[in-house]
């Protein structure tokens, strides 16, 4: 007699359970635990030998199938730990986790090809751009006079421009960008408060000395106060913008905590390239929050009473602070040297990394510097991100990395319309964030050397990937927005 087809399913399926537990090939189950053994066992040798590289293992083990499973919420995590990453317990935490994004990132390319096309498709000139820029920065090296040091700073451009790559294509949902957006928030605020708590404050001379050695002056986990305020602006813009995309009471009211601290540890790093940077981020953000000004005046009303309240019990930070007659602690001198430089090799530059290498020929020129030691015995870098891609990468490369920087934020201020016009008021206040803090920081680059910096290449990033966020959104039936306010 003949049984039943569900039972004979039923058998059959009983029978390869049995055999999976018989057969170990059949199950990942004892490889994994295997794996898991394994890794416990060397994180352990590792911990007795030297604690921080067995902690940097169990990391790793965490932190690997993370990006593996969700790459947004590992890019997340790496864009956090941006803020932090000179601290000595996080040693080269961030380069290993780079790493792994870039690969989880390839492998995902294949899923995702269609996404890919469409984004790079859309924003080809930006694509072009970023390859010229590397091309012409890796060229650079063969005219250099030290291509040595070139070559230990051209790593860094390939770096900044995968991660722009990888946030335009990687973030295709407005939850991964409100992620990675409040990752940046989170990151900052983290990098405050160990800097308020955990001897942030450090005595020294000038502001040109490293960042443990910064007199009386916030450097949080970044390395330099004024790297710190930098990126403690966009922060800033981004948890502003993220109030009115989340209901919870709770997360509204984290939100504005960190924003104060943000706005503290802005006052405590003394930066006078903060406070010119602030400035001009209130101008842009009253040019671009059109509709949203008394909200945007109430927010930035609330972060400068916090900062003046910081200012009001330490006013010699103030004075130190709107006090522009010492001539930028040695930048002016710098700044002098750059363009002397710049003028005798104004189309290509002298080679990227390469006017620290070739400053001190420039000091016996007519003209009076005080600070010849800045120059000549301890060569410091031009502290301008535009003068030192003139000097270095000369009218070319500076003129590249100008229209790409542009093309982004065009594509931030087309999303912020996009988002507009279906209603989509959160994502259109974080566009609108990401474009006013890509205006501070590169006001900021006027007194610091950070073209490269990956949390600016983060924020270029973002243009693209609203842009194509909110054309699929405008395009998308009605009814499968999701939960995008």
């Known amino acids: 007699m003949a049984l039943p087809r569900h039972l004979l399913a039923g058998v059959a399926s009983s029978r390869a359970s049995l055999q999976s537990r018989l057969d170990p090939r059949l199950s990942p189950a004892p490889l994994i635990a295997v794996s898991a053994v394994m890794a416990a066992g060397m994180a352990g040798v590792l911990m007795a030998a030297r604690v921080p590289l067995g902690v940097a293992v169990v990391v790793a083990a965490v932190y690997a199938p993370l990006v593996a499973v969700n790459l947004p919420a590992g890019l997340a995590v790496w864009v956090g730990v941006l803020f932090i990453r000179n601290l000595s317990f996080v040693s080269i935490g961030p380069n290993a986790a780079g790493i792994m994004i870039v690969f989880a990132w390839l492998a995902q390319l294949r899923g995702n090809r269609e996404t890919v096309r469409v984004v790079l498709g859309r924003h080809r000139l930006l694509l072009l751009l970023v390859v010229a820029l590397l091309t012409w920065l890796s060229l650079s090296l063969a005219w250099a006079q030290d291509p040595v040091m070139a070559a230990r700073n051209v790593w860094q451009w390939y770096v900044a421009v995968l991660l722009l790559l990888i946030v335009a294509t990687a973030l295709i949902t407005p939850e991964q960008v409100r992620l990675v957006v409040s990752a940046f928030v989170i990151g900052a605020v983290a990098s405050v ?23 009386g002056r916030l450097q949080g986990g970044g390395g330099d106060p004024n790297y710190l305020a930098g990126g403690l602006i966009p922060a800033i813009a981004f948890a502003g913008a993220l109030l009115g995309s989340f209901r919870s009471p709770l997360a509204r009211w984290t939100l504005m905590a960190g924003a104060g601290t943000l706005a503290i540890g802005l006052a405590a790093t003394q930066s006078r390239a903060g406070l010119i940077a602030s400035v001009v981020a209130l101008l842009a953000g009253l040019a671009v929050y059109r509709r949203q000004r008394m909200y945007l005046v109430a927010v930035v009303a609330a972060v400068v009473s916090l900062g003046g309240m910081w200012f009001a019990t330490n006013p010699d930070a103030w004075q130190r602070t709107t006090s522009f007659d010492d001539g930028g602690a040695g930048r002016s001198e710098l700044w002098q040297i750059a363009w002397r430089m710049s003028a005798d090799h104004p189309i290509v530059g002298v080679g990227l990394n390469n006017f620290r290498t070739r400053s001190s020929e420039y000091v016996r020129e007519p003209g009076s510097l005080s600070e010849v030691a800045l120059i000549a015995e301890r060569p410091r870098i031009v502290h301008n991100l535009y003068l030192e891609l003139l000097v270095e990468t000369g009218v070319i490369g500076l003129l590249i990395y100008l229209t790409a920087v542009l093309a982004s934020m065009a594509a931030a201020a087309q999303a912020a319309r996009g988002f507009d016009r279906i209603g989509s008021t959160g994502m259109a206040s974080i566009a609108r964030a990401t474009l006013v803090g890509t205006i501070a920081m590169l006001t900021a680059g006027f007194f610091i050397s950070y073209a490269a910096d990956a949390r600016l290449w983060f924020l270029l990033g973002l243009g693209p990937a609203l842009l194509a966020l909110a054309r699929r959104q405008a395009h998308a039936p009605r009814g499968s927005l999701g939960s995008a306010p």
């Open 193 to 215: 408060v160990i800097g308020l708590f955990a001897g942030g404050l450090v005595d020294s001379s000038t502001a040109l000395e490293r960042a443990t050695a910064v007199e």
